[in-house]
Antibody, heavy 120, light 107 residues
């Protein structure tokens, strides 16, 4: 079955760190760009990071310098290392597959998400 | 930054046609993608590149894009279409922006 499964979410204090994982199955993971997208409760979608098949990475200004996306093709896994977390980072984090090359949308496969809560 | 504007809500009776708009400066020059998100679920791509449908998406879902407005059209609306819908474009200076989302209510 073609799927993405996120893990690693939880409760963390402001200023803390957390590492999210996304396990891919059912497709050739190494051939696809991958993305993280987040959604605060009751809010819209926000793109968080992207990594290309060659390992090139991209971030929006809101997380640049704090978040690091990486991938391990041998393990069909995507990661998001989140440091210096703030209350505003509280959200469900989804991993998503890019349907086309060039780190552009659309995103044609999404995981079910993992909840990150930043609170003291 | 590039801003996408969607109406917060659209209501339609079963069997009727729903139209959800996505406004942006000269959006007609960009490729627009649409996602459906039901409560507690992940988003699902329903239209890409303005008007193409992924496999498995009913023909009732269609899209158009011109000028400053892109539109997702859902024909013969069913109760199961009730969801939040988000538009998205690729803009090199704005980090893959999404619209704010539109809640479709089936009356």
């Amino acid at each position: 079955e073609v799927q993405l499964v996120e893990s690693g979410g939880g409760l963390v204090q402001p200023g803390g760190s957390l590492r999210l994982s996304c396990a891919a199955s059912g497709f050739t993971f190494s051939s696809y760009d991958m993305h993280w997208v987040r959604q605060a409760t009751g809010k819209g979608l926000e793109w968080v990071s992207a990594i290309g098949t060659a390992g090139d990475t991209y971030y929006p200004g809101s997380v640049k310098g704090r978040f690091t996306i990486s991938r391990e093709n041998a393990k069909n896994s995507l990661y998001l290392q989140m440091n210096s977390l703030r209350a505003g980072d509280t959200a469900v984090y989804y991993c998503a597959r890019g349907a086309v090359a060039g780190l552009a949308p659309p995103f044609d496969l999404w995981g079910r998400g993992t909840l990150v809560t930043v609170s003291s | 930054s590039y801003v996408l504007t969607q109406p917060p809500s659209v209501s339609v009776a079963p069997g009727q046609t729903a139209r959800i708009t996505c406004g942006g400066n000269n959006i007609g020059s960009k490729s627009v993608h649409w996602y459906q998100q039901k409560p507690g679920q992940a988003p699902v791509l329903v239209v890409y590149d303005d008007s193409d449908r992924p496999s498995g998406i009913p023909e009732r879902f269609s899209g158009s894009n011109s000028g400053n407005t892109a539109t997702l059209t859902i024909s013969r609306v069913e109760a199961g279409d009730e969801a939040d819908y988000y538009c998205q474009v690729w803009d090199s200076s704005s980090d893959h922006p999404f619209g704010g989302g539109t809640k479709l209510t089936v009356l």
